[in-house]
């Protein structure tokens, strides 16, 4: 076990190619590309993809909330980023289950 | 505002990695009810989660947050969201319906077939065969009900066959963390094994995908999902800024492994939130110098406060462990993307996207 800096990554493709597809959600503003919604639901009940689809899109704008939080730390001024953070109270993030890794909602 | 409410520092099992103290030391109906107001004085939503200890030993006090809080949310128009994490074994049928009608979102600490392995009765019995059997009625009410695994070093080599187990059992939203903590010493065969069953795991996923089913394993997928979202996996800590433990007392801290430490008071629910200290708070939590120049840096948990100061004592230094595990995480998640992205495009945006 030891703390090493990666190098040379790349995003991988997979990410490229689907990155894609939530833009393209994101600006129509509909699955247009990915029959998210409008799906066949199948006999076998592990197949959720109606209710995943709602949940999507409303990770689209929780990616973009947590972006900007990103930006704020990068930023060059601390005093910039300390007041731009904010507390529980005034965000509308999800409540989180505590004990876990993100889950699939 | 979102909340996790500390019900009970009690709890019925003995698990061998908890670092929670447990005492008898409840949570009384005052501070209950200012901590629901508190969820509810500012922001469209109000967010509880009921945790411990074990939240089930306060049932009474579950019950009497949700008739509060559902009345609330009828009178002020804001909306009412409640989840829970529970060992499962006081689950019961009257519960369960009433938490179905709150939609209340349960999350089942569950180490799958290594649960007899750490997670054990006070005195020692084995908690497997009650846990299954809550398990199965969990799912009967709720059956998109998570479950959470936390696998300590010795239970390593049980790892994929849990995630299938739990999987069988109907959960179809599975978390597996590691234990972390000084309750746990992890080596570099622990991580050796590790990496064999993370990838174990994948090619279950794989075949799960190949099926056109559906099964989202915390760790593995999420790191698919945050990848192409772009998404730092360690925002959702940020130090209080997301969600607030409340402690049986009523006081504030900015993440439950800081409960208890003066140094992280946050406030408490009869005062209300001391913001200068949040902000304060926050604005501490940066990226471990360790990690600066990293190309992964936007990828891990490094800056996880919590994780960081169970391993380090430190919640802005990085350990080895943490960095170790998250390059092999990160590897092994990114080969299954690439797999199946290219196996299925379309199939693979749908579940990832």
Redesign the interface.
Known sequence: MKISKSKDYKKPLYALGAAAVLVAASLTGCHSGVELEGETQTADSDDRDTSTSIVELEGVAETAASESIVENEETADPTASEESKVDCSETEDELELEGGVALAD | ????LHLTDNCNMDCGYCIREKCPKDMSEDVLYRACDLAF?????A???F?GGEPLLKKDLIYKALDYCEEKSRDTGIRF?????TNGSLLDEEFLKRAAKARM?I?L?FDGTAQDICRVFKGGAPTSEVVEEKAKLLLKYM??S?A?A?IAPQAVPYYSESVRYLHRLGF??I???IAYGEKVN???KD?EALRVQLQDTCSYLKEIFLE?????V??I??K??????????S??C?L??????VDPKGDLYPC?SFIGDERYLLGNVFDG?D?ER???I??RS??PS??T????I?RCTNSCGCANRMNTGDENK????Q??YE?MLIEVS?AL??E??RID??R???L??
């Open positions: 505002m979102n909340l996790t004085s500012k922001g469209d939503r967010g509880l989660c945790f969201d409640c989840k829970m994490t979102k999350g600490s059956p998109d998570a959470l936390t179809k939203d978390s597996v963390v992890w080596t570099d991580l056109g089913r559906r099964l989202h915390g760790p997928c999420s698919i999902k945050e990848c192409i979202r772009d998404k730092n996996p925002e959702r940020h209080g800024v997301r969600q607030m433990p439950t939130i913001r949040v902000k304060e926050a604005g940066s990226i360790t990690c120049g990293c190309d992964l936007k990085v350990s080895p462990l960095c170790t390059r990114d993307g690439e199946l992205y495009p379309q693979f945006a749908k990832f996207c």
